[in-house]
């Protein structure tokens, strides 16, 4: 046996990286069960370095070469025979004969050669080595990543310091002689000064049918982004038929980029998407485009549209833009199309932009808004602009002042006769003292508000001054003890009083205000209503308590609530104007609002709210969620919500959603929601899939409701007969030549209710 020591330059091996690049291991993250298709197991490969315990003590830089024969040929050559092992660094190349030419430089080797560096491994008829090149080329081979399953063959397999290129080469991630899928390319070549490969010829494979050729196309070899086509999607749907997105990408610099697609629609026609992107030192944003000339479904002539703008700019650590707004051209345009900006259940869209001041005491902002309400409304009025500040300032231990300022001009929509002036000062002072064991804080405040009012409405004065003191008490326990069963309980009980003086505010219009969201938190607010076009009186005692478990590592694993407000006073401001002089508008004082969130175990959880009534025996607002998740591939949630006098109807209504991984192939999501005030199905979806480790197909279908907001939208629209959207979408996923990380969770949470989790505490 013989053992060489001589010393030559490395010749680079890209082809990893193509592997890589074609298998899409290159950027992969970590997945869950239902996301991320199997990945095949990698056929072991017997290592050679196992045969040569001596080489594998070769120095860095050298080669070593070992063999049963040897014979020296002239000065410079030398004939190997005989189970010859050639290594170098890490790479180990294995043969039955091979020959070293040292005054040219050459190495060949024949009667079958295996290669491999640790991770990419090689096997092949004949290699030919040229040392002063730094080339190599391999014929006949058969390659293989050491860890995954992604193989091939390549007829002639060539390597230089900055080069690949395989000739009449095929490459599959599917196990077996006959691979599902596999790719095939007359030649490919990539080179390491390139971002990205090139291939000629190329066709795709399914169970050795051809079913795609590309007589040319690149490929990313690198994070490095290219102008060219991305993956096309296919959909179809009862209301737009078939869909097909070819999609095509602007790589127009580092920091911007672009994406046009022509979406065809066989019910509707051909609609064109854009989106743009930038990103400096700076600002961020992106600017996006939907149009459709002509809507074939539809009598109208007249085109259909979205835009989209969102832009963000910090000047300095204290001044700050913000744009964001959605345009469509018509009230049903979400209904009919859908929107990554929008859901198809929203009743509105909002646009603001806004400028923002931040000093250590004060902060000032300039800020315009508008609100686009989707259906037969009343149009409400656009911000155009607010200016505010805000003022804080604390030199003593517990005292704070505050002074906010306010100056607002509105104008209607529709009806730009319509407009309104607001100015408002609102002076408080707060002191507040802390404990351990308790809290308590008293706040008196004085609201000044002056209007200059243009409207319509006869009932609304022109000039409006409205001067009201408000005066709050509140006061909270924090109390915790150890339980026997090694959990830690806390117990909040607290306490408020607050008033605010009446004041008949008719005379004034709605420009930005809404009643607010009522929970529990929100029984200790200072106001009733957002905005400050109705302030309401108040003459009240709220109380309530909180009591939450955590474990021993600080997990909340329950918190629950339950609190009530008494009215010493009835209220009477109500937000809308009404016919008589008085209106009321009268909480109950025997209404009750508790919350409660509860893991119960680490799969079960349970998330409910509710606003009950004891003297009318009634629930005025519900929702309740009960989930069991084991993972995101297994996970059932059964939910129930109720609400009454939402313009003037009833809701009610029951939902199920669920996904479940039957086993490692096969996998299914379904949901569905009942509406019980009118007894039908609003929403319904199921999908199933099939995945092995090289190919996946989904099947999924739905069925919604759809919403025609154009016509008004009142109580006779919402009984009479409802039309349906019914589709169906079906989709094959390569594995190894794209990824779907979206999964079949992410089509409960696409769908017109939207899967949430139940459970989010302060873990």
């Known amino acids: 046996m013989t053992h060489l020591l001589l010393r030559l330059t490395t010749v680079t091996s890209l082809l990893a990286v193509l592997l890589l690049t074609l298998s899409g291991l290159a950027s992969a993250a970590p997945q869950n069960s239902v996301s991320q298709p199997m990945v095949c197991q990698a056929v072991p490969v017997e290592s050679i370095a196992d045969k040569s315990v001596r080489l594998q003590a070769t120095k860095a830089g050298e080669i070593g070469v070992e063999s049963k024969s040897t014979r020296i040929l002239s000065n410079d050559k030398a004939y190997f025979e005989g189970n010859v092992i050639i290594q170098r660094n890490g790479q180990w190349l294995s043969t039955q004969a091979a020959t070293l030419d040292q005054q040219k430089g050459q190495i060949e080797a024949s009667n079958g050669i295996n290669f491999s560096d640790g991770y990419l491994n090689v096997s092949g008829e004949s290699l030919f080595l040229d040392l002063n090149s730094n080339e190599a080329r391999l014929y006949s081979s058969d390659y293989r990543l050491e860890n995954v399953n992604a193989r091939g063959h390549a007829e002639l397999l060539f390597l230089s310091q900055q080069q690949v290129l395989l000739?009449?080469?095929?490459?599959?991630?599917?196990?077996?002689?006959?691979?599902?899928?596999?790719?095939?390319?007359?030649?490919?070549?990539?080179?390491?000064?390139?971002?990205?490969?090139?291939?000629?010829?190329?066709?795709?494979?399914?169970?050795?049918?051809?079913?795609?050729?590309?007589?040319?196309?690149?490929?990313?070899?690198?994070?490095?982004?290219?102008?060219?086509?991305?993956?096309?999607?296919?959909?179809?749907?009862?209301?737009?038929?078939?869909?097909?997105?070819?999609?095509?990408?602007?790589?127009?610099?580092?920091?911007?980029?672009?994406?046009?697609?022509?979406?065809?629609?066989?019910?509707?026609?051909?609609?064109?998407?854009?989106?743009?992107?930038?990103?400096?030192?700076?600002?961020?944003?992106?600017?996006?485009?939907?149009?459709?000339?002509?809507?074939?479904?539809?009598?109208?002539?007249?085109?259909?549209?979205?835009?989209?703008?969102?832009?963000?700019?910090?000047?300095?650590?204290?001044?700050?833009?913000?744009?964001?707004?959605?345009?469509?051209?018509?009230?049903?345009?979400?209904?009919?199309?859908?929107?990554?900006?929008?859901?198809?259940?929203?009743?509105?869209?909002?646009?603001?932009?806004?400028?923002?001041?931040?000093?250590?005491?004060?902060?000032?902002?300039?800020?315009?808004?508008?609100?686009?309400?989707?259906?037969?409304?009343?149009?409400?009025?656009?911000?155009?602009?607010?200016?505010?500040?805000?003022?804080?300032?604390?030199?003593?231990?517990?005292?704070?002042?505050?002074?906010?300022?306010?100056?607002?001009?509105?104008?209607?929509?529709?009806?730009?006769?319509?407009?309104?002036?607001?100015?408002?000062?609102?002076?408080?002072?707060?002191?507040?003292?802390?404990?351990?064991?308790?809290?308590?804080?008293?706040?008196?405040?004085?609201?000044?508000?002056?209007?200059?009012?243009?409207?319509?409405?006869?009932?609304?004065?022109?000039?409006?001054?409205?001067?009201?003191?408000?005066?709050?008490?509140?006061?909270?326990?924090?109390?915790?003890?150890?339980?026997?069963?090694?959990?830690?309980?806390?117990l909040s009980p607290q306490i408020q009083y607050l008033y605010v003086p009446y004041e008949n505010q008719q005379n004034i219009g709605i420009y930005d205000t809404a009643l607010l969201q009522d929970d529990y938190y929100g029984l200790f607010r200072s106001r009733r209503f957002s905005g400050l076009d109705r302030i309401a009186e108040a003459n009240q005692i709220t109380y309530g308590l909180t009591t939450s478990l955590f474990t021993d590592n600080e997990r909340e694993v329950l918190r629950a609530s339950l609190g009530q407000i008494y009215n010493i006073e009835d209220s009477r401001t109500a937000l809308l104007i009404e016919e008589t002089e008085e209106p009321t508008f009268t909480s109950s004082n025997s209404e009750w609002v508790a919350d409660i969130n509860w893991a119960m175990t680490d799969e079960w959880s349970l998330k409910s709210s509710i606003q009950y009534d004891t003297e009318l025996n009634s629930t005025r607002k519900s929702q309740t969620a009960l989930e069991y998740r084991k993972n995101s591939g297994n996970l059932v949630q059964v939910s129930h919500r109720k609400a009454t006098n939402i313009l003037n109807n009833d809701i009610e209504q029951v939902g199920t959603q669920a996904v479940f991984a039957a086993s490692k192939q096969w996998q299914v999501a379904a949901n569905v929601f009942y509406d019980l005030t009118h007894d039908r199905v609003n929403d319904a979806m199921v999908g199933i899939q099939y995945s092995n480790c090289c190919w996946a197909v989904r099947v999924s279908a739905y069925r919604r409701i759809n919403r025609d907001l154009e016509p008004a939208f009142n109580n006779a629209t919402i009984n009479a007969d409802t039309e349906f959207d019914n589709g169906i979408s079906i989709q094959f996923i390569i594995s190894g030549l794209a990824s779907d990380n979206r999964g079949l969770i992410d089509m409960l949470e696409k769908s017109t209710y939207g899967y949430r989790r139940p459970f989010y505490l302060s873990n």
């Not at 095509?248 to 672009?258: C, G, L």
């Not at 998407?273 to 149009?291: I, K, M, P, V, W």
């Not at 508008?370 to 037969?376: C, F, K, N, P």
């Open 167 to 490: 000739q009449d080469s095929s490459f599959t991630t599917c196990p077996g002689d006959t691979p599902a899928w596999q790719l095939r390319a007359e030649r490919i070549e990539i080179d390491e000064n390139s971002d990205f490969g090139e291939a000629w010829h190329a066709r795709f494979e399914l169970f050795d049918v051809p079913i795609l050729y590309l007589p040319y196309f690149n490929f990313p070899i690198s994070d490095a982004r290219k102008t060219g086509f991305l993956y096309p999607t296919f959909d179809s749907s009862s209301n737009n038929g078939f869909e097909v997105e070819v999609p095509y990408y602007f790589n127009i610099a580092p920091n911007m980029d672009a994406t046009v697609a022509p979406v065809y629609m066989s019910e509707r026609g051909t609609m064109l998407t854009g989106e743009y992107r930038y990103l400096f030192d700076e600002s961020a944003g992106q600017l996006n485009l939907e149009y459709l000339n002509s809507d074939k479904a539809i009598a109208t002539e007249d085109s259909r549209y979205l835009w989209h703008v969102q832009h963000k700019t910090q000047f300095n650590d204290k001044l700050s833009l913000y744009l964001d707004g959605t345009q469509i051209s018509d009230d049903n345009y979400l209904n009919d199309f859908g929107s990554d900006f929008a859901g198809r259940a929203d009743t509105h869209l909002y646009r603001v932009a806004q400028l923002d001041y931040i000093n250590e005491n004060w902060t000032a902002q300039v800020r315009t808004e508008d609100y686009e309400i989707l259906g037969d409304y009343l149009s409400p009025f656009r911000t155009l602009p607010q200016i505010s500040l805000n003022y804080q300032q604390n030199k003593f231990t517990g005292f704070s002042t505050n002074l906010y300022t306010e100056l607002t001009y509105f104008q209607n929509q529709d009806r730009a006769s319509n407009y309104a002036t607001r100015a408002h000062i609102e002076p408080s002072f707060k002191y507040r003292y802390e404990k351990p064991a308790f809290d308590a804080e008293a706040e008196l405040s004085y609201l000044f508000t002056r209007y200059q009012q243009q409207s319509d409405d006869i009932r609304l004065d022109e000039d409006v001054t409205r001067t009201l003191p408000r005066a709050r008490l509140q006061a909270q326990l924090h109390l915790e003890r150890s339980t026997s069963d090694g959990y830690r309980q806390t």
